[in-house]
């Protein structure tokens, strides 16, 4: 169980509450309708609420095996009926001598409970320390212009300008004949006789 209570100490919450509720309301019942059970503790309860008491008739020495277990709905019937009496219900010290576990598990139960404040304290003020400049709710991305490195744009503008300076060092038949038309000209200019005669003979 001490196991268990470290592990889901959420779903032990709620079987405390409810245990709890059921020994108030067997407490309560006890002292208002049963004369001599007006000092009816909330320890006493539980012990009804955990299956510890058991019909001790027989001088069996509290034999589980062959003594028969008192249920909560049993006690309200056999204090009224004067069947169960106060005075041989076991008292808080009795139940304190045999409850050996009591403070071992009410310190691991204390300590797990400001072991966990703790942490879940000290998390979040450092989570909120370190993030608190970091923006957390920003879904559209943001667009950005990124210039180009400066020996990039020195070597495209000289690349430019070398070819500015080339064709400005021409001249102008130079240019004029590097035109695509002037270049068929100057190679039909440049046939040989002989290939003119060979043309004109099958023309």
């Known amino acids: 169980m001490t196991i268990c209570n470290l592990l889901l100490p959420e779903a032990f919450v709620m079987v405390g509450i409810h245990e709890l509720s059921r020994a108030l309301r067997l407490r309560k019942a006890l002292r208002r309708r049963v004369p001599g059970w007006e000092t009816f ?6 012990v009804v609420w955990k299956g510890l008491l058991y019909n001790n008739n027989n001088n069996n020495n509290n034999n589980k095996e062959t003594s028969e ?6 006690m309200l019937r ?9 005075a041989n219900y ?6 304190k001598d045999r409850d050996k576990r009591d403070w071992t598990l009410k310190l691991l139960a204390i300590s797990q ?6 942490a879940y304290a000290f998390c979040g003020f450092i989570t909120t320390v370190v993030c608190f400049r970091c923006p957390q709710d920003i879904h559209a991305p943001f667009a950005v212009e990124v210039a180009q490195p400066a020996e990039n744009r ?5 690349d430019q300008s070398s070819e ?9 038949n130079q240019v004029e004949a590097a035109r695509p038309e002037n270049l068929v000209n100057a190679e039909q200019q440049q046939e040989t006789p002989a290939r003119l005669m060979f043309r004109k003979a099958w023309s």
């Open 154 to 158: 020195a070597h495209h503008t000289s």
């Open 164 to 172: 500015a300076e080339i064709v400005a060092v021409q001249p102008d």
């Open 113 to 118: 409970t400001l072991y966990m404040t703790a």
């Open 78 to 86: 056999l204090a009224a009926n004067g069947r169960l009496s106060f």
């Open 41 to 46: 503790s909330l320890k006493q309860s539980f």
């Open 69 to 74: 277990k008192i249920y909560p709905e049993d």
């Open 90 to 95: 076991p008292a808080d010290s009795e139940i």
